[in-house]
């Protein structure tokens, strides 16, 4: 009876570690961080980056430049490039991160926030000439792709065969050989690239402050007439 019991408790054992063991293979590297941003793998062919057109931006680290998005200072734009096996060596990357602070991020941000800032980044990098060889339809599948998590070596979106897809579902995606160290960034010293205001919004800022006038004009003939009749 002892024996038997004890050989359950060393199967349960055994079977606890190796679940344990395979958690720890899928995700050798977890990085809270990653929880916290979208990662975005341009490996449509002719992508490229042209850190030279970049307008306001920072090197946080050897071939690595940030700026903090000027639709929402919260977000930090990160611009480098990355390995994707087997489809190559070398992608343009642009990952899109709430900063943290010791271990909490710095802002509370929902995932539809993040997401909203990635996509007009997205848009515009690629408008700007940051971003080569990116066609409109990778930019509108982003949007409906994007969700905060969707980042770090696994989870990391690519573009493959016209659709975003997380890096682990790529056929002969590679395992994380080592983990990456987060970069120092100190998000008060990265720049802002500022956000040019969208033409629709000046124009309804515009008719708003027309009809304003307007009714201020009338009510202003309105009270004249009134004082005059009296």
């Not at 977000?75 to 994707?84: C, D, E, G, M, R």
């Not at 996509?119 to 990098?125: A, H, S, Y």
């Not at 309804?204 to 402050?209: R, T």
Request: glycine letters at 6%.
């Amino acid at each position: 009876m002892h024996v038997e019991r004890r050989c359950l408790c060393f199967t349960a054992a055994c079977i606890v570690l190796a679940l344990l063991a395979s958690i720890a293979a899928a995700q050798p590297c977890p990085e809270p961080e990653d929880l916290y941003a979208v990662e975005a793998v341009l490996s449509a062919p002719g992508a490229r980056l042209d850190f030279r057109a970049l307008k306001d931006a920072r090197e946080v680290a050897p071939g690595v430049y940030a700026y903090r998005s000027g639709f929402d200072t919260r977000v930090v734009v990160l611009l480098y490039y990355s390995a994707a096996p087997p489809l190559g060596v070398s992608f343009p990357t642009v990952r899109f991160q709430v900063p943290f602070a010791g271990k909490a991020p710095l802002f509370n941000l929902t995932g539809e926030e993040l997401c909203r800032a990635a996509g007009f980044e997205l848009e515009r990098l690629s408008k700007e000439q940051v971003l080569g060889g990116v066609g409109g339809d990778m930019l509108k599948a982003f949007r409906a792709a994007c969700a905060a998590g969707k980042a770090g070596w696994d989870y990391r979106l690519l573009w493959l065969n016209g659709t975003w897809v997380s890096y682990y579902q790529v056929p002969g995606a590679a395992p994380q050989a080592v983990c990456r160290a987060p970069l120092p960034l100190d998000v008060y010293e990265i720049p802002v690239w500022p956000a040019q205001e969208h033409p629709l919004r000046a124009v309804a800022l515009a008719l708003l402050l027309a009809a304003v006038l307007a009714l201020a004009l009338f009510a202003w003939k309105k009270i004249r007439a009134t004082a005059a009749k009296s």
